[in-house]
């Protein structure tokens, strides 16, 4: 099921001049492109694993690259 409330997704340039797209509620790189305007598509198509927001919950300080 969807979450209800509404995520924020900051878009992050890179050096390389591409941008990569976040989710606040996982913390997970959804997408990577090298054009921003197609990170709006990924927000609307992205859903969070249920796995990885439990995991998060349970122990908020788990380092990203473990989970």
Same mark, same amino acid.
Request: proline share 9%; charged share 25%; with cysteine.
């Given at each position: 099921?969807?979450?209800?409330?509404?995520?924020?997704?900051? !878009? &992050?340039?890179?050096?390389?001049?591409?941008?990569?797209?976040?989710?606040?509620?996982?913390?997970?790189?959804?997408?990577?492109? %090298?054009?921003?305007?197609?990170?709006? !598509? &990924?927000?609307?198509?992205?859903?969070?694993?249920?796995?990885?927001?439990?995991?998060?919950?349970?122990?908020?300080?788990?380092? %990203?690259?473990?989970?």
């Amino acid at each position: 099921m969807p979450n209800p409330t509404r995520r924020f997704f900051p !878009h &992050r340039l890179n050096a390389n001049g591409s941008f990569n797209l976040i989710c606040t509620e996982c913390h997970m790189t959804v997408a990577s492109t %090298r054009f921003e305007m197609e990170l709006v !598509h &990924r927000e609307r198509e992205h859903v969070c694993d249920p796995c990885r927001l439990y995991q998060l919950r349970e122990n908020p300080f788990t380092p %990203r690259q473990f989970i």
